[in-house]
């Protein structure tokens, strides 16, 4: 609204100014290039909704790539689990097997 009010007087004094036709035709291409940016606009909200939600083929491709990270770091984690998972099993086995705790042998305090 505050660019209607600011528009009406400013044709009014263009108008009384008596400008030549070049300065109406540079006028004209303006007016006619923010109206056609107004139809392309309203043209996108409203089709919008209808395009098709599929993804570009970019898109997917950054998403499966995207997913293929995931799973190597899934696969990552469980192996190094597993291996923990073993080592522990190791070292119950080994101090079930001699019968004592490992203790560290100092030899003086620090």
Do not use: W
């Amino acid at each position: 609204m505050e660019t209607m009010q600011e528009l009406i007087p400013f044709a009014k004094e263009m108008l009384s100014q008596k400008p030549n036709r070049k300065m109406l035709k540079v006028y004209l291409v303006g007016t006619v290039l923010a109206f056609f940016g107004v139809v392309i606009g309203l043209v996108e909200t409203v089709c919008h909704p209808f395009s098709s939600e599929e993804p570009l083929e970019e898109d997917g491709a950054h998403r499966a790539e995207q997913e293929r990270r995931a799973a190597e770091e899934t696969e990552k984690r469980r192996h190094h689990e597993f291996i923990l998972e073993k080592e522990k099993a190791f070292s119950r086995k080994q101090l079930a097997t001699t019968g004592q705790r490992t203790t560290a042998n100092r030899l003086y305090a620090s």
